[in-house]
């Protein structure tokens, strides 16, 4: 049984021998907006939204809870979660991936020359997307958070910590590789939390879980919770937990995620490959008394924006009615919606870049809108590929998808379009799930090897480009011009 702990949903999956899905169940939770730009999610909202879907699955699958070979969790990386050791109270909310309120503390770092080191030792940007700034945050800004941190009595965790405690009744405080590479303060080459980081963000070391490996038994989930003791064996970050769910174990072989946020991931077995244009360094799995290391560019918003046409502007009704309305125009009526809501991340990794709908004539209409959002997502993924591909040294023969978006068959061609690369869709989409199913079920013996699982990997569909030079050009020069005037918008100082 995976759980998959998403940004905007909790869900829960059972899968068979053969890696395909049997019973799944997925819950929305309320996305916390305190102040433009910021981000937060109650992590009892989390908890109890995950907890809910595993019970509801193993309920209509009439499955005993005796009988699931081992649970894998996959979650939502970065996002922070501080509580009391003895009460099980978070301090405050969990501040999400996406917020940016410790842009300054970043800026501060970076003019002090972290940037390079950042980088060398934990493959991370110095950037408000990972914990370590929002730790320190939280112990800053908390009364009494940090003599409480530093006495011992508070627990750090990134989202799978924080559902192993629960899930074990407070016995495992720990995390795997994948999720600690997240953190800007774990050395990704020593596989240790960084001294020196911690004492520059000021973060006791008493507070933080301990690393293990992604497919290792980590302990047994609480009897009280589902009348069983089912072994927790799985622990991974959702776009490192989605490569492995296809199977690229091999160096070179990439995956793209489409979910809130858009992730390219291209694994480099057990090297580590230091980039050179944006992209992170980052842990992919540990197996096996083994690392593996991957490269990763990444999107704050993808069908975030959907979400946004959905809820905020009320122009659409759900997200499937997006497909519809992309072919019911032929272009976009040249314009560009740049999804900066959060900023930008690779290869910019600028925080004061804000969205913006750029080139908007009489003639636009709610289609060419809606078509634009899709499209926006499309060319953040060829600007990574062109990074990766730099970095790599490696072309592309064809690019695995997955993710709650792909279902959107308009996005998928229009990616292979601007790409100039196929794009293929598995069978089997959930893959960020099955990812941590398959690392679970290989630490319990359910599966046998990696090699085993390629064979379940099955093709639905194959996306091939059709699209002229000339037109790719031109259209990808735009975006590029686009791109160019929704960076920087804020001004730190007036903020
Ligand atoms: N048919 C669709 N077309 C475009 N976007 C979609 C479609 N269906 C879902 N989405 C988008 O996919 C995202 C959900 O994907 P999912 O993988 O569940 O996300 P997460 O794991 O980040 O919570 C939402 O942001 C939603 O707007
Ligand atoms: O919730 P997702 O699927 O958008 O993934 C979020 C990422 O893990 C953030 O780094």
Redesign the pocket.
């Not at 998403?6 to 949903?9: D, F, I, N, R, V």
């Given at each position: 049984m995976a759980l998959?702990q998403?940004?905007?949903?909790s869900?829960s999956i059972i899968f068979n021998k053969n890696g395909r899905p049997i019973e799944s169940l997925?819950r929305e939770f309320e996305q916390i907006y305190p102040k433009p730009g910021w981000v937060e999610h109650r992590a009892l909202d989390i908890w109890n939204s995950q907890i809910e879907t595993a019970m509801s699955v193993l309920q209509t699958s009439r499955i005993d809870p005796h009988d699931i070979a081992a649970i894998g969790i996959t979650n939502?990386r970065e996002t922070t979660v501080i509580w009391d050791k003895e009460t099980g109270e978070p301090i405050m909310n969990a501040i999400c991936w996406q917020c940016r309120r410790t842009a300054d503390i970043c800026d501060d770092m970076n003019a002090r020359g972290w940037g390079p080191k950042v980088r060398e030792k934990t493959g991370d940007v110095c950037d408000a997307y990972f914990s370590g700034t929002k730790i320190k945050w939280m112990l800053d800004n908390v009364p009494g958070a940090r003599e409480r941190a530093e006495k011992g009595e508070l627990l750090f965790g990134t989202v799978d910590t924080w559902l192993m405690w629960k899930l074990s009744g407070g016995k495992i405080h720990a995390t795997d590789y994948s999720n600690a590479s997240r953190t800007m303060i774990f050395n990704i080459h020593t596989l240790d939390w960084d001294d020196e980081l911690l004492a520059e963000l000021n973060i006791p070391r008493i507070m933080l879980p301990e690393v293990k490996p992604s497919s290792y038994i980590y302990g047994m989930t609480d009897p009280k919770i589902f009348g069983a003791e089912v072994p927790i064996a799985g622990c991974i970050g959702?776009q490192q937990a989605a490569l492995f769910g296809q199977t690229c174990f091999e160096e070179g072989e990439s995956k793209a995620?489409?979910?809130?946020?858009a992730f390219l991931m291209m694994t480099t077995g057990t090297k580590s490959v230091e980039s050179k244009n944006g992209l992170l360094t980052t842990i992919a799995w540990g197996i096996n008394d083994k690392v593996y290391y991957c490269l990763e560019g990444n999107t704050f918003v993808?069908?975030?924006t959907?979400?946004w046409l959905r809820d905020e502007l009320k122009l659409i009704g759900s997200?499937?009615e997006?497909?519809e309305l992309c072919n019911s125009v032929k272009d976009t009526n040249g314009i560009y919606l740049v999804p900066a809501f959060v900023g930008l991340a690779t290869p910019y990794w600028d925080p004061y870049a804000r969205a913006s709908i750029q080139g908007i004539t009489r003639g636009v209409n709610k289609a060419h809108l809606v078509r634009a959002a899709?499209e926006g997502q499309c060319f953040q993924i060829k600007e990574i590929l062109d990074a990766m591909v730099t970095d790599g040294g490696i072309q592309l023969k064809e690019m695995k998808c997955d993710?709650?978006?792909i279902?959107?068959n308009f996005?998928l061609q229009f990616q292979s379009d601007i790409l100039n690369v196929p794009v293929v869709r598995p069978v089997v989409t959930e893959l960020?799930a099955l990812g941590t199913a398959y690392l679970a079920g290989l630490a319990v013996g359910y599966w046998g090897s990696m090699e085993e699982l390629k064979d379940d990997w099955a093709l639905d569909r194959k996306f091939t480009p059709n699209m002229t030079e000339e037109y790719r050009a031109k259209i990808y020069k735009g975006w590029k011009k686009a791109v160019q005037r929704s960076l920087q918008w804020i001004d730190p100082e007036e903020e």
């Open positions: 998959d998403g940004t905007t949903s869900r997925n939502q959702d995620t489409y979910g809130t946020g993808a069908g975030a959907v979400q997200a499937q997006t497909e899709i993710g709650g978006a279902k959107n996005l960020t």
